[in-house]
């Protein structure tokens, strides 16, 4: 089959590589789309550590089934189907209470980390165990069921985030992720979004997308405004979906005593946060890592247009247009969010 090999860091090429079998309760999907995660182009450079060469990456994806194991009960060939980047195993104690993304024996689909190697669907086919795969309804493109992965991150993250009926809340950082969790708190209830970033084509997207109110930290006094906008206390609820320590300290600085943070942007390994504010303020503190179960809600929401993600699309390329538009990103091209390759 055809695949798209990060060869060594910074070098991708298409190459043949053999078609993988799948076991007795697996599927072996052909593969019409997958997304290039920002998880994918840190991989690419070998900043995270966890896409060690040689590998196949690409875990944001949909197809068809083309071959079934003998044990596999509820899909068949020919359906349409994505599946979920963790590869759970359904047997260890965090499995067992439903906590699928803390699976003692987690893998994630594209990941090679010194501990395992997993390729995924930057190719022809993949295989994945039956119970990550979701059926799709005819009427989802594979391009916008590819994405119910990243929005599945998202929703996960604001199911994580204690909201309330017309609370105010900050999103710190507006790429892919931080877009789709505006979208989520918008349909959970916030009265009021309030965005921030750098990049001003991104906030204009956010204000399209359900923010209230979008700001640029460098050319604003953050603080000031948001003390203006929420009579003087702070928001009650904030996402950071960058994963650094400005937009963290950013986001603690903004929220009003008793109010709730939860990260999920998971850039820096470790950063320094302002320890004093946080007890004296008694803030909460959520982590939020993959999804847990959202897959059917997200894939309900994406079909029914109420999360949008084809304005998040740039781009839509053959794989073998791969390499260079995995420079593009990692150029940080001006206007470059989501790019889905076909196989």
Same mark, same amino acid.
């Given at each position: 089959?055809?695949?798209?090999?990060?060869?060594?860091?910074?070098?991708?090429?298409?190459?043949?590589?053999?078609?993988?079998?799948?076991?007795?309760?697996?599927?072996?999907?052909? $593969?019409?789309?997958? =997304? /290039?995660? &920002?998880?994918? #182009?840190?991989?690419?450079?070998?900043?995270? %550590?966890?896409?060690?060469?040689?590998?196949?990456?690409?875990?944001?994806?949909?197809?068809?089934?083309?071959?079934?194991?003998?044990?596999?009960?509820?899909?068949?060939?020919?359906?349409?189907?994505?599946?979920?980047?963790?590869?759970?195993?359904?047997?260890?104690?965090?499995?067992?209470?439903?906590?699928?993304?803390?699976?003692?024996?987690?893998?994630?689909?594209?990941?090679?980390?010194?501990?395992?190697?997993?390729?995924?669907?930057?190719?022809?086919?993949?295989?994945?165990?039956?119970?990550?795969?979701?059926?799709?309804?005819?009427?989802?493109?594979?391009?916008?069921?590819?994405?119910?992965?990243?929005?599945?991150?998202?929703?996960?993250?604001?199911?994580?985030?204690?909201?309330?009926?017309?609370?105010?809340?900050? $999103?710190?950082?507006? =790429? /892919?992720? &931080?877009?789709? #969790?505006?979208?989520?708190?918008?349909?959970? %209830?916030?009265?009021?979004?309030?965005?921030?970033?750098?990049?001003?084509?991104?906030?204009?997207?956010?204000?399209?997308?359900?923010?209230?109110?979008?700001?640029?930290?460098?050319?604003?006094?953050?603080?000031?405004?948001?003390?203006?906008?929420?009579?003087?206390?702070?928001?009650?609820?904030?996402?950071?979906?960058?994963?650094?320590?400005?937009?963290?300290?950013?986001?603690?600085?903004?929220?009003?005593?008793?109010?709730?943070?939860?990260?999920?942007?998971?850039?820096?390994?470790?950063?320094?946060?302002?320890?004093?504010?946080?007890?004296?303020?008694?803030?909460?503190?959520?982590?939020?890592?993959?999804?847990?179960?959202?897959?059917?809600?997200?894939?309900?929401?994406?079909?029914?247009?109420?999360?949008?993600?084809?304005?998040?699309?740039?781009? /839509?390329?053959?794989?073998?247009?791969?390499?260079?538009?995995?420079?593009?990103?990692?150029?940080?091209?001006?206007?470059?969010?989501?790019?889905?390759?076909?196989?």
């Amino acid at each position: 089959m055809k695949a798209l090999l990060l060869k060594e860091y910074k070098k991708l090429e298409i190459v043949d590589w053999p078609e993988p079998e799948c076991g007795p309760d697996e599927l072996l999907v052909r $593969v019409r789309a997958c =997304g /290039i995660c &920002g998880s994918d #182009v840190h991989g690419y450079d070998g900043s995270s %550590g966890r896409r060690i060469p040689p590998i196949i990456m690409g875990h944001e994806a949909a197809g068809e089934v083309a071959a079934v194991g003998k044990e596999v009960k509820n899909l068949k060939v020919g359906d349409r189907v994505t599946f979920d980047s963790t590869i759970y195993c359904g047997n260890c104690h965090y499995c067992r209470r439903g906590e699928i993304n803390l699976c003692d024996n987690r893998r994630v689909l594209g990941v090679s980390c010194g501990d395992y190697r997993q390729h995924g669907a930057f190719a022809e086919f993949v295989v994945v165990p039956e119970r990550v795969a979701f059926k799709l309804p005819d009427s989802l493109p594979f391009e916008h069921a590819a994405m119910v992965e990243p929005v599945s991150i998202a929703v996960h993250a604001v199911n994580r985030t204690p909201v309330k009926l017309g609370d105010t809340a900050l $999103v710190v950082g507006t =790429g /892919i992720i &931080g877009l789709l #969790v505006i979208q989520a708190l918008k349909l959970a %209830g916030c009265g009021k979004i309030i965005a921030v970033d750098l990049d001003a084509s991104k906030l204009e997207l956010a204000l399209k997308l359900g923010a209230d109110n979008a700001f640029n930290a460098r050319t604003c006094d953050l603080p000031r405004e948001i003390i203006a906008l929420t009579h003087g206390r702070g928001v009650d609820v904030a996402v950071e979906a960058v994963g650094a320590a400005g937009p963290v300290q950013m986001a603690i600085a903004s929220l009003r005593k008793g109010g709730s943070l939860t990260m999920v942007g998971n850039v820096t390994p470790a950063i320094e946060v302002p320890l004093q504010s946080i007890v004296t303020k008694e803030l909460t503190l959520f982590g939020s890592c993959a999804s847990r179960g959202e897959y059917p809600v997200c894939i309900d929401m994406i079909a029914n247009g109420r999360i949008k993600v084809a304005p998040l699309i740039s781009v /839509i390329a053959p794989l073998e247009n791969g390499p260079s538009l995995f420079e593009r990103l990692h150029g940080l091209e001006k206007g470059m969010l989501k790019v889905i390759l076909r196989p």
